[in-house]
């Protein structure tokens, strides 16, 4: 099939690119807009009891007021605030009521605070539209409206709240986006100069697969607004790196062979059609294990990971078409002046350091796969003290940000709980007013729990059928303290519940308690089914069902050395109370998706080298020493562009970055280089079973061209090739 595809291609590159080129401006032209929600709730399914609240909420309570906006005043000077700067204070709220934003319903005064040091105006925006681009445009009207009004006074006034948050973190999203590309060009560009010295080649895949993020973002768009999938920010951010990071490996993986093939006599053309019919069944495993990987987090709850999924597996999709059509047609067009002014591709180097690693498996393959193996195990001991964090905006953005001094400063004049209170809803469950003389009782109840600083009822619906109590805990909604005190309130909530009524408990903390149960349903779920279908693609690949075990363990250890490293880096040595709750899902489906390509080249490489009648153990020195560059290029390519997220200034992109790029160092320098083919040396023939996939071909039986004879095996004297010829 592969071959056909290449024939196709390379005979007919023109009409190839063309097709290409009238696709990706009809998609691009055509493609809906990308929306984006950045409110935590709507990434949960309804079934949740934060959400139920949420919607009891707004069914009783249509009219209630719940800031969307808070605007903190403070005097310029530090001090106390002043009768005057009060009466200061109360005139920016009723002028900014008087400017009828749009998004804001409502403008109040809020409380002071206990040392007399700050207060607040407290803004209400359209619930339905909470988390949309157009509360963010209205927390921005206000920030500047309100400062405006503060000018010739004492005070100091800074926009916070939900909406606010939304402001700097799409800002902020820019910054990085425009960080993260800009990183990823100049490491994409200067490591490909020195791997070819061939200004062409460094700068082709940058153009190429441009052309095809363009394609893959309109896709992404239609597929978006066609399932109705909810948008974030940090998706942009991380669809730049796996376009142009898993595009260049498998536009490195197809060059690589092109370039061996050219050197081993064959005719241009000949070489790109023998390059796509080698190659192709590599890179089509790999991007199929990566896309199926994941396309399993469309099993997952949480509203961001769904929208993740499909998006990358579009992106992945669109790469993978690009590197069996696109990328051939084009660099067969050039020929082999894509590899101007260098002369190198015309003769095999030695491969000295490749060639004496691969020596050093072959002769040594129980203790090179012990030692990578201590390695892994080692790191993967940090994963003991993993701990999540669930405060996604200020994870999001920098702490310099507005909307996150206010947060921190309301932390700290305020009750830790007070900027997103918790909300017990109690109803009768058979539509019957309720007993006001309980509500006294329950309240008690509510405030006698660890963790909370004050209960209280303080509305009740106009049927006398819900009753709504402000529970304020003791600590920021974010964190784990907040997230067991909730746990707490909802066992009272539930079981001090009066006969004939339920309770169901909302807020931001009751929020971050599901998605905590929803992540823990995704490592049960998402793991295990993405780590299945990944082994069903490699034993298709392979024709065997044993090597696809001890692979998929190889990258599972990968997973957690990574996790590992993480962990001790950024709990242990910088401090972070935890790591973002979605890392770990996001982490291990790149490692593992990501990282199983590098072991699936090496893993057919080493096969190709078995195929020439060559022992195990030689099999795998030889596909160190061939496969070895592609991998080490590739790897460190896409390693350098996902670290390049680490410029974002933000944690969640920081965690991601490192996570990510360390994860595929791990994987291919350590598990395709050592690992892998060290464990394949030692099983030797039943790794391929009951397939027999590294079965020595007669001679002539293979599907390459003639002229294949290898120059670097005429030179080496550890290979021994009886055929004289690739099969």
């Known amino acids: 099939m592969f071959r056909r595809i290449g024939n196709a291609v390379v005979r007919h590159p023109i009409w190839t690119i063309v097709a290409w080129l009238i696709a990706a401006v009809a998609i691009v032209a055509t493609a809906p807009g990308l929306p984006s929600n950045s409110d935590e709730s709507s990434f949960l399914p309804k079934s949740y009891e934060s959400i139920k609240a949420a919607d009891l909420q707004q069914k009783a309570f249509p009219s209630a007021f719940t800031?969307?906006?808070?605007?903190l005043y403070e005097r310029t000077d530090g001090g106390k605030l002043t009768a005057a700067?009060?009466?200061?204070?109360?005139?920016?709220?009723t002028e900014l009521g008087k400017k009828h934003i749009d998004q804001v319903q409502k403008v109040v005064p809020g409380p002071p605070s206990k040392d007399g040091k700050y207060t607040m105006t407290l803004v209400q925006m359209d619930?339905?539209?909470?988390?949309?681009?157009?509360?963010?445009?209205?927390?921005?009207?206000?920030?500047e409206q309100a400062k405006e009004l503060a000018k010739g006074t004492h005070l100091d006034v800074k926009l916070g709240g939900s909406a606010a948050q939304a402001l700097d973190q799409q800002d902020s999203s820019k910054r990085g986006e425009a960080l993260i590309g800009i990183g990823t060009f100049v490491i994409i560009l200067v490591t490909l100069l020195i791997i070819f010295r061939a200004p062409i080649l460094a700068v082709l895949p940058l153009v190429l697969i441009g052309l095809v993020s363009a394609v893959a973002n309109g896709l992404i768009a239609y597929a978006t607004k066609l399932f109705g999938l909810q948008a974030n920010s940090s998706i942009s951010s991380i669809l730049i790196v796996v376009l142009f990071g898993v595009g260049t490996d498998?536009?490195?993986?197809?060059i690589f062979r092109y370039r061996e093939s050219l050197r081993?006599?064959?005719e241009p053309k000949q070489a790109m059609i023998n390059a796509v019919d080698r190659v192709g069944e590599a890179i089509a495993s790999a991007a199929g294990a990566v896309i199926i990987a994941f396309l399993a987090l469309v099993l997952s709850t949480l509203g961001f990971l769904k929208q993740m999924g499909p998006a990358l597996a579009i992106a992945v999709g669109a790469?993978?078409?690009?590197?069996?059509?696109?990328?051939?047609?084009?660099?067969?067009?050039?020929?082999?002046?894509?590899?101007?002014?260098?002369?190198?591709?015309?003769k095999e180097p030695q491969n000295a350091r490749f060639a004496a690693l691969g020596r050093g498996v072959q002769r040594r393959p129980a203790l090179t796969a012990i030692v990578s193996g201590l390695v892994l195990l080692v790191l993967s001991l940090g994963t003991l003290g993993y701990k999540a964090t669930f405060d996604l905006a200020s994870g999001s953005m920098p702490k310099t940000k507005e909307s996150m001094v206010v947060q921190d400063r309301m932390q700290q004049a305020y009750s830790a709980g007070a900027a997103a209170p918790t909300d017990v809803y109690l109803s009768s469950t058979d539509g019957k007013q309720l007993d006001g003389s309980r509500f006294k009782e329950y309240a008690r109840k509510l405030g006698e729990v660890d963790g909370v600083a004050s209960a209280r009822m303080t509305q009740l619906n106009k049927e006398g059928t819900t009753a709504d109590f402000t529970v304020t805990l003791k600590y920021e909604a974010s964190t784990d303290k907040a997230i067991d005190a909730v746990g707490r309130v909802r066992d009272v909530a539930h079981s001090a519940a009066p006969d004939g009524t339920e309770a169901v408990v909302g807020g931001m903390s009751s929020i971050y308690k599901d998605i905590d149960a929803a992540v823990n349903h995704d490592f049960r779920t998402v793991f295990p089914v993405a780590a299945l279908l990944i082994m069903v693609i490699l034993g298709l690949l392979l024709r065997s069902v044993v090597a696809p075990w001890y692979l998929i363990a190889s990258v599972g250890l990968g997973f957690g050395a990574t996790l590992g490293a993480t962990v001790w880096i950024f709990q242990n040595g910088q401090g972070h109370p935890g790591l973002m709750f979605m890392l770990p899902v996001i982490m291990y489906l790149f490692v593992v998706a990501i990282g199983t390509d590098y072991n699936i080249l090496m893993i057919a490489r080493l096969r190709e080298e078995a195929r020439e009648g060559r022992d195990p153990r030689e099999a795998a020195g030889m596909a160190l020493r061939h496969a070895g560059p592609t991998v080490a290029a590739a790897g460190f390519i896409l390693a350098a562009t996902f670290a390049t997220m680490m410029l974002a200034g933000n944690s969640l992109l920081t965690e991601m970055g490192f996570a990510?790029?360390?994860?595929?160092?791990?994987?291919?320098?350590v598990m395709a280089m050592f690992f892998t083919p060290s464990l394949t040396a030692l099983i030797g023939h039943a790794a391929w079973w009951p397939g027999h996939g590294d079965r020595a071909r007669t001679p002539g039986a293979g599907t390459a061209g003639a002229g294949t004879v290898r120059h670097d095996e005429e030179q080496d004297t550890t290979a021994h090739d009886p055929a004289g010829r690739r099969g």
């Open 67 to 71: 800031p969307s906006a808070i605007a």
């Open 85 to 93: 700067d009060q009466k200061d204070v109360a005139r920016i709220t």
């Open 319 to 346: 790469t993978l078409v690009a590197g069996l059509t696109l990328i051939p047609a084009v660099v067969s067009l050039i020929g082999p002046k894509v590899f101007w002014p260098s002369k190198s591709w015309q």
């Open 264 to 266: 081993a006599g064959d």
């Open 127 to 143: 619930s339905k539209n909470a988390g949309q681009p157009k509360q963010a445009d209205a927390a921005k009207e206000l920030r």
């Open 250 to 254: 498998y536009f490195l993986f197809l």
């Open 660 to 669: 990510v790029s360390f994860g595929i160092v791990v994987a291919a320098f």
